[in-house]
């Protein structure tokens, strides 16, 4: 099946600095990739899908300055987390939709474990 | 605005016990359900993917079914093992290529 990698899987930064998170689809173009944010105990929630080639479009609550997404090529997308806080600590998973016709099937990637001191 | 909901939120079993996870949606209009696993720290694992038009999927010892009418999904675990423990996440899509919306899940602690 399709595999999704993130880098890095950990990271541990003090605050006030910024954070860039990768999200890879290795073996297959992700026209779409979606970014999720895990706080302990609790779901998944969307952050904001990310298109290429176009600007992110972000969930109601998610600042855009705050968490900026790139999406430059079809095989990549970047968070960085600009001037993290303690509060933004949490856990980030990538998702890449395989694109139509087999547009149903999301692969996630491992998540990144953010820290912020 | 389409919300999931999964009870119990925790749930703890002997070895051996058959089990259901129950997932329910607001909005009947999905396009399809997965079931994920989720380890402690880690990632998503999919289990199972249900089309909006069919009613159940099965993988080795989990089955899967969608009452979509009802907004209600299960997901059954038969001859529970120590391995299974872990929290199991329903997630539905309303479209195809759209993201999908989550449970808060349901810990299950399978004892030997």
């Known amino acids: 099946g399709a595999v999704v990698s993130q880098h890095p899987s950990r990271v541990i930064c003090k605050s006030g600095t910024s954070v860039k998170i990768e999200c890879r689809s290795l073996?297959?173009?992700?026209?779409?990739m979606f970014w999720y944010r895990q706080f302990p105990k609790q779901s998944l929630m969307l952050m904001a899908t990310?298109?290429?080639?176009?600007?992110?479009?972000?969930e109601q609550g998610v600042e855009k300055d705050k968490f900026l997404i790139n999406h430059a090529s079809l095989t990549l997308s970047t968070l960085t987390v600009t001037s993290a806080h303690p509060e933004d600590s949490s856990f980030y998973i990538c998702?890449?939709?395989?694109?139509?016709?087999?547009?149903?099937?999301?692969?996630f990637g491992p998540g990144t474990r953010l820290t912020v001191l | 605005k389409q919300e999931v909901t999964q009870i119990p939120a925790a749930l703890s079993v002997p070895e051996g016990e058959n089990l259901v996870l129950n997932c329910s949606f607001t909005d009947s209009a999905i396009y399809n359900l997965q079931w994920f696993r989720q380890d402690p720290g880690k990632g998503l694992t999919s289990l199972l993917l249900i089309q909006s038009s069919q009613r159940e999927q099965t993988s080795g010892r989990l089955n899967a079914s969608l009452d979509k009418s009802s907004g209600r999904s299960t997901l059954y675990i038969a001859a529970s093992q120590p391995g299974d423990s872990a929290t199991y996440l329903c997630a539905v899509s309303n479209q195809a290529g759209t993201a999908l919306i989550f449970g808060k899940g349901t810990t299950l602690s399978v004892s030997s």
């Open positions: 073996d297959f173009q992700a026209t779409t």
């Open positions: 990310s298109n290429e080639g176009s600007k992110a479009t972000y």
């Open positions: 998702s890449a939709s395989v694109p139509a016709p087999q547009s149903d099937t999301q692969y």
